[in-house]
């Protein structure tokens, strides 16, 4: 018999659109800012703000073609204006997809196709990479609409003599010019299950970046579990520095902080100075973080390093593991005493967190929580048995509310992730703590590499390295960047027989045709075979092996 892991609580949820679930009955002051750009912060907009600007743009988003079920993208680093677009989409009956600013034409291509994409919005500056992406998947120019900003408070009227980019491009703010519409209701837990809101690209447990299919119910169960399940005694301050297109932390910024009515600072993306001077600035509360953030100050001489997080309440890691000396150190040096830095677990597939460890719980034992109410686990072993005891490692499979209900229009995917009984596979090994409940991630099935909080594939970049006149045969692994918390691609390649190949070369070409986060910044060896068994498939561990014996060769010897 099986053993299903139960959470702590079960809790009724709302089967409401996302929209009716966020402007419904706001429990504050509807008129206070809730978005506030971190750089000029007289920039704000208002739960009140952002409802009437919503409806407009669902309005002019209806007018210029859109459908139910069509897809939006939106390419933009983050802004004050970036959660109003997204509810719009989702409000007109859309769906909404956020593309990584750095990425490539040919990055951009594969999201347009397997997110569906109709519409894009981008801004100025990003907009001619996917332009040309959408020239590729023959998306009509007059689809696409530029998002610049003007110098008010969003809640003014904006200016009509910027309205036209180009003849066949015209500012997002043409948009705000139809008048408004409501946002589609409904409140049925078959409509809430069955109605896409977003697609968030993933590469799931392998292969190339997939869309998945996050529901009203999903994001809706998402900030009523982990969220309102454990309610701060106080009103929290955000500063937000992660990209918002990300599914780690969409869900709280464009749901949750109209909801509950946060304080969020948006920055256009992290640096490491304006980020501590921001959090002493503005009395942030509660930071969400990647591990290379903390470790980033941790290794500062920043003037704001020593004093710039003495007065947060709260720190929440996540994306990919915290080591425990860095977390250590991190409270030790940068915290108030007892203010808790806790991990969490989740995927894009899980809507974000599935695990968890609640304020003002602490925590030293590198565990990332336990299950949030209404989420299961269970654990199987590599034969894909069921694993029925605590403190047994196995493969962590997950199902609850928050759960996709599958990648879009990939069945193959779909078959490979669920199985026949449900449960999302999710290619992590963990094991469950028989006293304490809670939970740790003990190692890694799935190929991913995690690079500052993103997954790469290692296929994605094996197949841009294949593309090489010179290569015959490749494989990437993931090699620890301890200085950084976190992994660099390292790449082994074989050589064409009679063609000369450089590492430094290869790794110039791929840089040349991959987002930065993607470069194989662990080098590139050139090797006479890659290690495979008999069916073909890379033994990766033997390469994860020459490529520590590699690291270790380099390290300086003491002399005595």
């Known amino acids: 018999m099986s053993m299903i892991f139960k959470p702590e609580r079960q809790l009724p949820l709302p089967t409401t659109d996302i929209l009716s679930y966020i402007f419904g009955d706001p429990e504050y002051d509807p008129n206070e800012p809730i978005y506030i750009d971190a750089h000029n912060p007289t920039h704000t907009l208002s739960c009140n703000g952002a409802r009437k600007m919503v409806k407009q743009l669902i309005r002019g988003l209806q007018d210029s073609?859109?459908?139910?079920?069509?897809?939006?993208?939106?390419?933009?680093?983050?802004?004050?204006?970036?959660?109003?677009?997204?509810?719009?989409?989702?409000?007109?009956?859309?769906?909404f997809t956020g593309t990584n600013p750095s990425h490539t034409t040919s990055e951009l291509v594969h999201h347009l196709r397997v997110s569906k994409a109709r519409f894009i919005i981008s801004e100025a500056d990003?907009?001619?990479?996917?332009?040309?992406?959408?020239?590729?998947?023959?998306?009509?120019?007059?689809?696409?609409?530029?998002?610049?900003?003007?110098?008010?408070?969003?809640?003014?009227?904006?200016?009509?003599?910027?309205?036209?980019?180009?003849?066949?491009?015209?500012?997002?703010?043409?948009?705000l010019t139809h008048g408004e519409a409501e946002w589609q209701r409904f409140d049925t837990l078959t409509t809430a299950r069955d109605t896409t809101a977003a697609r968030f690209l993933s590469s799931g447990t392998t292969g190339?970046?997939?869309?998945?299919?996050?529901?009203?119910?999903?994001?809706?169960?998402?900030?009523t579990l982990v969220f309102e399940a454990h309610p701060r005694p106080y009103r929290m301050t955000s500063l937000i520095a992660l990209p918002v297109f990300h599914a780690a932390i969409a869900p709280l910024v464009h749901i949750g902080a109209l909801r509950s009515g946060y304080t969020m600072y948006i920055m256009r993306r992290f640096e490491l100075g304006s980020y501590l001077r921001f959090v002493k600035q503005y009395a942030v509360t509660d930071l969400i973080v990647v591990p290379p953030i903390l470790t980033a100050i941790l290794a500062s001489d920043s003037p704001g390093r020593e004093t710039g997080l003495k007065k947060v309440r709260n720190v929440v890691c996540g994306a990919a593991p915290l080591?425990?000396?860095?977390?250590?150190?991190?409270?030790?040096?940068?915290?108030?005493?007892?203010?808790?830095?806790?991990?969490?677990?989740?995927?894009?597939?899980?809507?974000?967190?599935?695990?968890?460890?609640?304020?003002?719980?602490?925590?030293?034992?590198?565990?990332?929580?336990?299950?949030?109410?209404?989420?299961?686990?269970?654990?199987?072993?590599?034969?894909?048995?069921?694993?029925?005891?605590?403190?047994?490692?196995?493969?962590?499979?997950?199902?609850g509310p928050t759960v996709t209900p599958g990648y879009h229009d990939n069945p193959a995917a779909n078959e490979s992730a669920f199985g026949a009984d449900g449960w999302l596979k999710t290619g992590d090994v963990a094991i469950c703590d028989g006293v304490t409940r809670k939970w740790y991630?003990?190692?890694?099935?799935?190929?991913?590499?995690?690079?500052?909080?993103?997954?790469?594939?290692?296929?994605?970049?094996?197949?841009?390295?294949?593309?090489h006149p010179a290569v015959v045969d490749a494989a990437v692994v993931g090699v620890c960047d301890p200085l950084h918390g976190s992994e660099r691609p390292r790449a082994f390649v074989v050589a064409k027989p009679g063609e000369p190949l450089r590492g430094d070369e290869v790794r110039r070409y791929a840089a040349e045709r991959l987002a930065g986060y993607k470069e194989i910044s662990g080098g590139v060896r050139v090797v006479e075979a890659i290690p495979r068994n008999a069916s073909g498939k890379i033994l990766r561990r033997v390469l994860r092996g020459l490529a520590e014996c590699d690291a270790e060769s380099r390290r300086p010897v003491s002399k005595l």
């Open 126 to 175: 990003l907009i001619v990479p996917i332009l040309e992406a959408a020239r590729q998947v023959n998306l009509p120019e007059g689809n696409s609409w530029v998002l610049d900003t003007y110098e008010a408070s969003t809640d003014v009227a904006p200016r009509n003599d910027l309205f036209t980019i180009s003849n066949d491009l015209s500012s997002w703010r043409t948009l």
């Open 323 to 399: 080591d425990k000396d860095t977390q250590s150190r991190v409270e030790r040096e940068l915290l108030p005493e007892g203010v808790p830095l806790t991990q969490g677990w989740g995927m894009t597939e899980t809507c974000c967190a599935a695990m968890m460890l609640p304020y003002p719980e602490v925590d030293d034992t590198g565990s990332v929580g336990r299950l949030v109410p209404n989420v299961e686990a269970k654990l199987i072993d590599d034969n894909g048995e069921n694993i029925s005891a605590y403190d047994v490692p196995g493969e962590l499979c997950i199902r």
């Open 441 to 467: 991630i003990v190692d890694r099935k799935k190929e991913l590499i995690k690079v500052r909080g993103f997954q790469v594939a290692p296929s994605e970049l094996e197949a841009v390295l294949l593309s």
């Open 65 to 95: 073609g859109l459908e139910p079920g069509d897809c939006v993208v939106i390419h933009s680093f983050n802004n004050i204006y970036y959660s109003v677009l997204v509810l719009a989409i989702i409000g007109a009956g859309g769906v």
């Open 208 to 223: 190339l970046p997939k869309a998945v299919d996050i529901t009203h119910y999903n994001l809706v169960a998402q900030h």
